[in-house]
């Protein structure tokens, strides 16, 4: 099963930006659509920006414009791009696949800090 490995969190001011990674230990090629996820504390996980594999994509309407989700099967990754980060951005941040079906497991996530 594929493995995934998120990074790039940090701790950073508002109106920041950070580049997220998620590394698959396998192809992702036959994943149709990726996305990621977040959670803040207290609240349930949600998903945040999907990616297909023709390359369309869709994002919730809080990050719409801010963030930009991209993949690379070549290298097994897919990236998530945040600009204009505010404090209600902080959580903990995920990939994995936006079927449940078939979906492997999640992986440690990678904590985002917007400070005000």
């Known amino acids: 099963q594929v493995q995934l490995v998120e990074s790039g969190g940090g701790l950073v001011q508002a109106g920041g930006s950070l580049r997220l990674s998620c590394a698959a230990s396998?192809?992702?090629?036959?994943?149709?659509?990726m996305g990621w996820y977040r959670q803040a504390p207290g609240k349930q996980r949600q998903l945040v920006a999907g990616?297909?594999?023709?390359?369309?994509?869709n994002y919730e309407f809080s990050v719409k414009g801010r963030f930009t989700i991209s993949r690379d099967n070549a290298r097994n990754t897919v990236y998530l791009q945040m600009n204009s980060l505010k404090p209600e951005d902080t959580a903990v941040y995920y990939c994995?696949?936006?079927?449940?079906?078939?979906?492997?497991?999640w992986g440690p996530g990678t904590q985002v800090t917007v400070s005000s």
């Open positions: 396998g192809s992702i090629s036959s994943l149709v659509a």
């Open positions: 994995n696949t936006v079927s449940p079906l078939g979906r492997p497991d």
């Open positions: 990616i297909f594999s023709g390359g369309s994509t």
